[in-house]
């Protein structure tokens, strides 16, 4: 018999900041149990670090460059068939409860039924942030961290109490409605991504005196790469901390949010024992994508690097094995799974696989995955490649990267000027022509998004539109 499922996805989870990945500090026994009990997979990444695209790629199965929506202006409207489709087709029920981050409510996105959902401002997102050229872009207004930072309420704290307690609520709905079909329910929390504001119980588990301090800081000698540093300084925002003492109280709110999302997620878990499903419920949390957390002294996401791009994945569920998985995998492959699950599938990208068949299958280090960025201040396009012990990134217009995670986890050398790397940054090259030509997209992605901005009316007209930084959630009943 198939099991239910339920996807629960987070906004902007390092993939490092849980306890059974390994993290000093962070608290997260929620999740550090799921991960007891199912299957953590140890390299998972995001198609694109940030928010839109994202999912954009996981609604569909397909790499940007396929959907060609690019960056937050470019919401998803449903156009193009996913799993929720596939899922509507077969008759499976498949609801969804929190934030999607598509165009619109009225979009056929693939849902029965949209519980309290968050999209893009307006049905247009950040279209100011569309504007990449360094000649033409401005410079972001305020912080995008948000203009307090510490312990307290947000509207995006309120908005994760609330999307959990519907959550409760519909697995008691579910149990009482009498209807025994296998179902699909996707829930969509925003912690830990910005402003950084928790609460208090949560930010007091991390006391100035226990906080990790940021590698690589440019105040300490560092140099960014070029590319990196164009991106950063469309809104540096460590250049915007008032003092040493909110910069470390911005480090204490991330990993208190990445508790409070550990809590949310305990509740949901809790919720579906209580219901009677948890034992024919499969149960898959993850996020869209991960945050530097001042690494490099950067903020957010928005680059290649694995604070950015390397995102959780965890499995539980009936006859889900117990244990860490290498294979490299995506949120293209959790679409796929999605589908396959209840034995539909989808027109994902070439290579994209079933998580189902990769945990029962040997690990394979090698397989490749791929990601990829387009959005607010970008200056070209950027594409990373991560094979075996190798991760390559290419900037059109810029300098390669290439790292060996294996003797370099941190990225703290790039081998790609190394005579001796030469061969090896060739190879990851030709890997990276066989999925998409990165010159020829990124001159797509430009071509796409200066039509986006003339329709909106020109550039003077698009600076004016969408959110300044994190996309303001719908109101919640009184």
Known sequence: MTSNLLVIMSDEHQARAMGCAGHPVVKTPNLDAMAARGTRFENAYTPSP?????????????????????????????????????????????????????????????????????????????????????????DAKGRM????????????????????????????????????????????????????????EFYDLYPEDVLPNPKLNPRDGYVRHPWAEKQNAFMDSEAKFKDETERKAAIAS???????????????????????????????????????????????????????????????????????????????????????????????????????????????????????????GAVSGAFMLRKGRWKYHYYVGFPPELFDLQTDPEECTNLAENPAHTGTLQAMHTELLKICDPDETDRMAFADQAALIESHGGRDRALTLGAPGATPPPKLES
């Open 50 to 138: 940030i928010c839109v695209p994202a999912r954009a790629s996981f609604a569909t199965g397909k790499y940007p460059h396929q959907t060609r929506l690019w960056d937050n202006a470019m919401p998803y409207t449903g156009a193009i068939p996913g799993w929720g489709h596939a899922l509507q087709t077969a008759g499976t029920p498949v609801e969804s409860i929190g934030k999607l981050h598509y165009r619109a409510e009225e979009d056929p996105a693939g849902f029965d039924v949209e519980h309290l959902p968050m999209m893009v401002v307006d049905g247009v997102g950040m279209v100011w942030a569309s504007i990449r050229k360094e000649d033409e872009r401005i």
């Open 145 to 200: 961290l948000g203009d307090y930072i510490g312990p307290g309420q947000s509207k995006y704290t309120e908005y994760d109490a609330a999307v959990t307690q519907r959550t409760k609520q519909w697995f008691s709905e579910r149990a009482a409605s009498g209807d025994k079909r296998p179902w699909c329910l996707y829930v969509g929390l925003v912690a830990p991504h910005f402003p950084l504001v928790v609460p208090q």
């Open 254 to 376: 991330y990993l208190g949010l990445c508790s409070w999302l550990d809590d949310n997620v305990g509740q949901i878990l809790n919720a579906l024992e209580d219901s009677g499903f948890a034992d024919n419920t499969t149960v898959v949390y993850t996020s869209d994508h991960g945050d530097n957390v001042g690494a490099r002294g950067l903020w957010g996401k928005s680059n290649l690097y694995e604070e950015s791009t390397a995102i959780p994945m965890i499995v539980t569920g009936p006859d889900v094995p117990k244990g860490i998985c290498e294979t490299p995998v995506t949120l293209l492959d959790l679409s796929r799974t999605i589908a396959t699950h209840f034995g539909q599938d989808i027109e994902a990208a070439d290579g994209t696989k079933s998580l189902t068949d990769l945990m029962a299958a040997p690990d394979d280090p090698e397989r490749i995955v791929f990601s990829e960025y387009h959005a607010a």
